[in-house]
């Protein structure tokens, strides 16, 4: 059973504190086993004997919503989705280089032409866009404060549910679990 990884939303910002401890029991509750936490972001690796994602994903947001009382987006990826992810070269070298951030959106779906339009046109001297299956990599040039961009508006934008994750956090969780 390879393992799953689930990046929730809204978890540990917007004040929704949630005890690592405590999110692992609830997976395990779910009947999930090998469950752990990466960091205090969201970030649970579990295993399951269902293989249907879209099932998983519902499953677990209707549990945390009971369990906690709002709503957590949940975004699943395979350890091998995960690993390709790390690796996927979404912009030329020396732009990766000069950038100060790069993060990582996780939709459900992949982004339609319509969509990828509104994306695309988001674009500033301070932030790039990369579209690639479910995931929108997001390139900042300068710091994150200075730029306009983030998860609500890539949501507000595209009206769809979304959580990002930095490149380094997906790296370390694909070198540990991928």
């Not at 249907?52 to 209707?62: H, N």
């Not at 957590?72 to 990766?96: H, K, M, N, S, W």
Request: net charge negative.
């Amino acid at each position: 059973m390879p393992p799953y990884i689930a990046f929730l939303r809204a978890i540990n910002v917007g004040g929704h504190t949630v005890k690592m401890d405590h999110l692992r029991k609830l997976f395990e509750g779910m009947g999930f086993s090998n469950v752990e936490t990466f960091i205090a972001s969201g970030n649970v690796i579990f295993s399951a004997e269902e293989g249907d994602i879209r099932s998983l994903e519902a499953e677990i947001e209707k549990e945390l919503l009971e369990a906690l009382g709002f709503e957590v987006a949940t975004f699943i990826r395979t350890d091998a989705e995960l690993a390709a992810i790390a690796g996927y070269p979404p912009f030329p070298q020396p732009d990766l280089e000069e950038a100060t951030a790069l993060n990582v959106a996780f939709l459900a779906d992949p982004l339609d032409d319509a969509a990828n339009e509104k994306l695309l046109a988001l674009k500033t001297e301070i932030d790039d866009f990369h579209i690639h299956g479910r995931e929108v990599y997001w390139l900042c040039r300068k710091k994150q404060s200075e730029s306009t961009f983030s998860n609500a508006v890539l949501e507000k934008t595209l009206g769809i549910r979304s959580t990002l994750r930095g490149i380094n956090t997906i790296k370390k969780l694909a070198a540990k679990y991928g």
